[in-house]
């Protein structure tokens, strides 16, 4: 597609269920990145995937939090018993190849998760 | 990742020209400048990114000093939609994530 792709755009959930959040980046695109911010924060890592390589999962939080991408497209941020602190806009982002040599990312619009 | 300094916030007139500055006096050799800005309620959005010489885009310019030790990225004429908070980081070779700091809130007046 044009841009990267997240659903759903909003999603409650009560506290204690599992979420899945969906990402669709460019296609092309062998980067792949989820960040969430929080209201009035900045940007918090949380995975990134490169191509076939292990991804790098040195942000996500908490065991409650896992991610894959499948065939080195989609992607699939799932938390297990959501927390009201899961809060917060998760964004997922691609590049065309790695940050340090030079490639820009392109960010999703998010998805909003509220747990209550 | 190398620190960036940048004014809090800015303003600017409606159709005029702005200059966003970043000071970068840490930046290594190998450190890539990239410009992200972020509208309300939206995600990031790239802007711009250059290494050493100056860079043009639909978007915006970027002026980069000849020691590299601070940039300028330029609105060429400012609409009220590119009221947002600016982001210039600096990305080394072996950088796997994009750190903000706090930016520049530009505030296009009508």
């Known amino acids: 597609g044009a841009g990267v792709s997240q659903s759903p755009s909003n999603k409650v959930t009560e506290k204690g269920k599992d979420v899945e959040l969906r990402c669709d980046p460019i296609s092309g695109h062998t980067a792949l990145y989820w960040y969430r911010q929080s209201l009035g924060q900045g940007l918090e890592f949380l995975i990134y995937?490169?191509?076939?390589?292990?991804?790098?999962k040195s942000g996500l939080p908490s065991d409650r939090f896992s991610a894959e991408r499948t065939g080195g497209s989609v992607s699939t941020l799932t938390i297990q018993r959501t927390q009201q602190e899961d809060s917060a806009v998760y964004l997922c982002?691609?590049?065309?190849?790695?940050?340090?040599?030079?490639?820009?990312?392109?960010f999703g619009s998010g998805t909003r998760l509220t747990v209550v | 990742d190398a620190k960036t300094t940048q004014p809090n916030s800015m303003e600017s007139n409606e159709e005029e020209p702005v200059h966003l500055p970043c000071n970068h006096s840490?930046?290594?050799?190998?450190?890539?400048i990239h410009w992200y800005r972020q509208l309300p309620s939206q995600g990031p959005e790239y802007v711009i990114h250059?290494?050493?010489s100056n860079v043009n885009n639909r978007m915006a310019s970027l002026a980069i000093a000849e020691d590299r030790k601070s940039s300028t990225l330029i609105l060429h004429r400012a609409t009220l939609r590119d009221a947002a908070v600016y982001y210039c980081i600096l990305i080394s070779g072996s950088a796997r994530q994009l750190t903000f700091g706090s930016g520049t809130q530009l505030t296009v007046l009508p």
């Open positions: 250059g290494l050493t």
């Open positions: 982002a691609s590049s065309l190849g790695s940050l340090g040599a030079g490639y820009g990312y392109t």
């Open positions: 840490t930046i290594s050799g190998t450190d890539y």
């Open positions: 995937f490169q191509g076939n390589s292990a991804p790098d």
